[in-house]
């Protein structure tokens, strides 16, 4: 397919600009370029076709089942987009917020920003959070620097490590060494949960804070959860909850009652907003009252019955420019109100029914990774079937020739050949069984004809791919 930019044609135009209505602005010489930019240049109609080609090349949620675990990629509302577009949302200017003129027309974004960040505290049992981060990972950043702020204002000199499990995603031992922490990594017990006594034998006094996820990336909900909280607190730990499963639990259980001091939640993966391709996101940062003084600023506050900005005294300042992706925030905050109290229980009841439904279905010819109940996601390996040449590789290309976007594959790295499905909450019966369908086929093809599988994709606009070539030359002509 050729680039837009061989399209160009000197002289075309897809657009004409209005009269300019303001004086024209004179910019200082060394600010203008010399020579114009070399933009394409095309017509209305080439643009236009050229852009839906791609996006018809394209694959997300609003096509297909996309059962990407640890993603939540589920249905997004419309009514989110709806709200999000809304003038006084999408075209607020960020600079409206600090000029004394324009402050009436921010008091509605202030109040939204107010609002949500007060139902993502109470529905984690937290005393406050902060929109601010633009992504799950950012947010873990964000609270591991809130963490080392807690232990340098203690006197906490001598904290210098934070604990991860090896299930967890690699942007936790990431952040953590980011945020200027040392990372001691334990291993999962054969059940799929923490092997506490592996943790309890790295706890000592230097030890700042210990990250989790839960439930965790095997689907399993971190039973012991309030006795690793209680080892960590013994020292004066801090107890991260990496919220990208907050889908599962969601209305059933509070992080902050089950022990933890600090989380992100991941707005793009539990409230709405579509995320493949890495679009933009937003990973507030919630913390309970011992990391309240050290919250980003500034901070939407409310007095007299008037919205506006505060930094806290201990701050660790600014960790986004504005308030982060604010339209990301609006999108959560419609998705919030349209569920309501009930509804928002009723995600997490029904995300966990259809990940058990789809184990029912799949245990007999996938191997369950382990043997306790899932959540929201189970996982299988494909060791058995790569032990005779079909790898979980295959079986993901396999169900893009069939019309699926592929699930989670070779994560977590704790699970050999593993195939990781999460259906969300938001997906039919028939949608799951045609899956299912689909998965139990493909395991019969595995044993009778493997080539098929070995082969696939073959109805896409790319086939398989050299998967070193491309990782290591990202410019190569794989098209
Ligand atoms: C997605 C994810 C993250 C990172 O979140 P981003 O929003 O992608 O930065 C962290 N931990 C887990 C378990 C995740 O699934």
């Known amino acids: 397919m050729q680039l837009i930019f061989e399209k160009s044609r000197a002289g075309r135009r897809a657009i004409n600009f209005d009269a300019l209505d303001v004086p024209e602005a004179k910019l200082a010489p060394e600010l203008c370029r010399a020579n114009a930019a070399a933009l394409p240049e095309v017509g209305e109609l080439d643009v236009v076709r050229h852009f ?34 809304m003038p006084g949302m999408a075209k607020l200017h960020p600079h409206q917020s600090s000029s004394a003129a324009y402050a009436g027309t921010v008091q509605g974004a202030y109040a939204l920003i107010h609002e949500l960040e007060a139902m993502l505290a109470e529905i984690a049992g937290m005393k406050a959070a902060s929109i601010q981060p633009i992504a799950g990972a950012h947010g873990e950043l964000t609270g591991a620097l809130l963490m080392a702020a807690y232990h340098r204002d203690k006197g906490n000199t001598h904290k210098d490590t934070v604990i991860v499990p090896d299930s967890a995603h690699g942007t936790n031992p990431a952040s953590a060494v980011m945020a200027g922490f040392k990372v001691v990594e334990v291993p999962s017990d054969s059940d799929g949960t923490l092997h506490v006594d592996k943790f309890q034998a790295v706890m000592n006094d230097r030890v700042a804070g210990v990250m989790l996820t839960c439930p965790n990336t095997h689907g399993l909900f971190e039973s012991n959860v309030a006795r690793i909280a209680e080892l960590a607190h013994e020292v004066d730990a801090l107890l991260y909850y990496d919220g990208a499963n907050l889908n599962a639990i969601v209305g059933q259980c509070r992080p902050g009652d089950l022990g933890f001091d600090v989380m992100h939640y991941n707005l793009h993966k539990t409230f709405a907003t579509p995320h493949g391709m890495g679009g933009p996101g937003c990973g507030p ?100 079937q790569a032990e005779k040449g079909v790898r979980a590789m295959d079986f993901a290309k396999a169900l893009l020739d069939r ?74 002509a794989c098209l």
């Open 52 to 85: 839906t080609h791609l996006s018809q090349r394209n694959v997300g949620i609003d096509d297909t089942f996309y059962p990407l675990g640890s993603c939540t990629m589920k249905y997004n509302p419309k009514i989110a987009e709806v709200v999000a577009a």
């Open 285 to 384: 940062v919630g913390v309970g009252e011992r990391l309240l003084p050290y919250l980003p600023g500034p901070r939407v506050v409310h007095h007299d019955g008037i919205y506006s900005l505060e930094t806290p005294e201990k701050s660790i300042g600014r960790i986004a420019a504005f308030f982060g992706n604010f339209l990301i925030a609006v999108r959560a905050y419609a998705y919030m109100r349209f569920y309501g109290d009930e509804g928002l229980r009723d995600v997490s009841r029904v995300a966990v029914l259809n990940a058990n439904y789809i184990h029912a279905r799949l245990k007999h010819a996938f191997k369950p990774a382990f043997g306790k109940p899932f959540m929201h996601e189970c996982v299988f390996t494909a060791q058995p």
């Open 403 to 476: 019309g699926y976007h592929a699930p989670t594959v070779y994560f977590p790295l704790t699970v050999k050949e593993c195939l990781m499905i999460e259906p969300t909450e938001t997906e039919s019966k028939e949608t799951l069984d045609a899956f299912c369908d689909t998965m139990l086929e493909l395991a019969r093809l595995a044993e009778e004809c493997p080539e098929i599988l070995q082969q696939a994709p073959i109805t896409t606009p790319v086939g398989r791919l050299d998967e070193v070539k491309a990782a290591k030359d990202l410019n190569c």
